[in-house]
């Protein structure tokens, strides 16, 4: 590293530690969409979940018909961790869905890296 790089930058300062999230437990369905976040922290069976994020962090992207799915209601969390969503109107079955982070490009949210959701689809039933 340059020490030109370093200019202006301070470990203490500057430096951030996110957890790392994963995506589980992904159903879609044609009025909505269930899903558990959760980080690698716990056991082999019960990680613990990811919580505290809204709609102001997370969308749904349909693949298919290449948009961002609206909702109704918001993002809902239950238990720590899990999710479900509502859509405005009812999408059709085999429509291709995707959580990610907000405009599917800031995937750095509150203290979670969500780079782990991803590309992780699920076809409504």
């Known amino acids: 590293i340059k020490q030109d790089n370093m200019n202006g930058y301070s470990v203490r300062r500057d430096a951030i ?7 589980i437990n992904m159903v879609a369905t044609t009025t909505g969409i ?16 990811a919580g505290g994020l809204t709609a102001t962090e997370l969308d749904f992207y349909n693949v298919t018909d290449d948009n961002v799915e609206p909702v109704t209601g918001g993002i809902v969390e239950g238990v720590l961790g899990s999710y479900t969503a509502t859509w405005t109107s009812a999408t059709a079955i ?32």
């Open 17 to 23: 530690s996110l957890i790392d999230v994963r995506i």
């Open 34 to 49: 269930a899903f558990d976040l959760v980080n690698d922290f716990g056991d082999a069976v019960t990680r613990i979940g």
């Open 94 to 125: 085999g429509e291709v869905m995707e959580v990610r982070g907000i405009g599917g490009v800031n995937y750095v949210q509150k203290k979670y890296d969500l780079k782990g959701i991803k590309d992780k689809t699920v076809v409504t039933a």
